[in-house]
């Protein structure tokens, strides 16, 4: 990814933060009372606002000095979702069966991580292009797969079998992992309010997701 700093956001602050998946939908209403429905975004964007996790004076300027080697909007970084940050749900451990990410054919080697959201109405698939590394658990046919069999790239989430593990035709592969989500400032500026003696507020630090 051009202009992508591999950096995450100070994590104490991204704890306290607000926002989640935006997406656009364009819907007409008819003459006979129904609604024609059109999915106007594939994937869904996801926007924050880190202002409300700042709490004293260092986090301001943690968030000062991030923002000044970002140069504003123009470097993206990464960002953890406080809720949103692994291949399962919050409150469970990551394991190599928690997400379906491939089938093999006894050829390909490179597998895309992604997290599929699901439920009896339908389902939508999140590619995951920044993976946390030393995070990542990889199976094949439900059998975990020693990390010497594999690489990651944390760059863009491509998992990749070495030559004598390459899957095997009809053999599924799964991975569990925690991600981040890459994002840049939605902002050019920061309005710093030292409305007290070692403490302050910055009012809104937005923050919206890139494409992978």
Not at 16 to 31: A, E
Not at 49 to 59: E, L, M, P, Y
Not at 163 to 169: K, L, R, T
């Amino acid at each position: 990814m051009n202009g992508f700093h591999e950096v995450r956001f100070p994590l104490r602050i991204a704890l306290g933060t607000s926002g989640g998946p935006v997406r656009r939908t364009d819907i007409v209403s008819l003459s006979n009372g129904r609604e024609h429905r059109n999915r106007r975004w594939h994937d869904a964007r996801r926007r924050y606002d880190a202002g409300s996790g700042v709490r004293s004076i260092d986090d301001l300027y943690a968030v000062l000095a991030f923002f000044e080697a970002r140069a504003g909007q123009l470097y993206g970084f990464r960002f953890r979702d406080p809720l949103d940050f692994r291949s399962c749900a919050p409150g469970q451990a990551v394991t190599a069966d928690d997400q379906r990410i491939g089938t093999g054919d006894g050829a390909t080697a490179a597998f895309q991580l992604v997290k599929t959201y699901a439920d009896a109405g339908g389902a939508t698939q999140r590619t995951i292009a920044k993976p946390v590394e030393g995070s990542v658990t990889v199976a094949v046919a439900g059998t975990p797969v020693a990390a010497g069999a594999w690489s990651l790239d944390a760059r863009t989430g491509i998992v990749t079998f070495s030559a004598d593990a390459v899957p095997g035709p009809g053999a599924v592969v799964t991975a569990g992992y925690e991600f981040d989500v890459p994002v840049r400032f939605d902002t050019d500026r920061i309005d710093i309010d030292l409305a007290q003696f070692s403490a302050g507020r910055i009012p809104s630090i937005p923050l919206v997701e890139i494409a992978p």
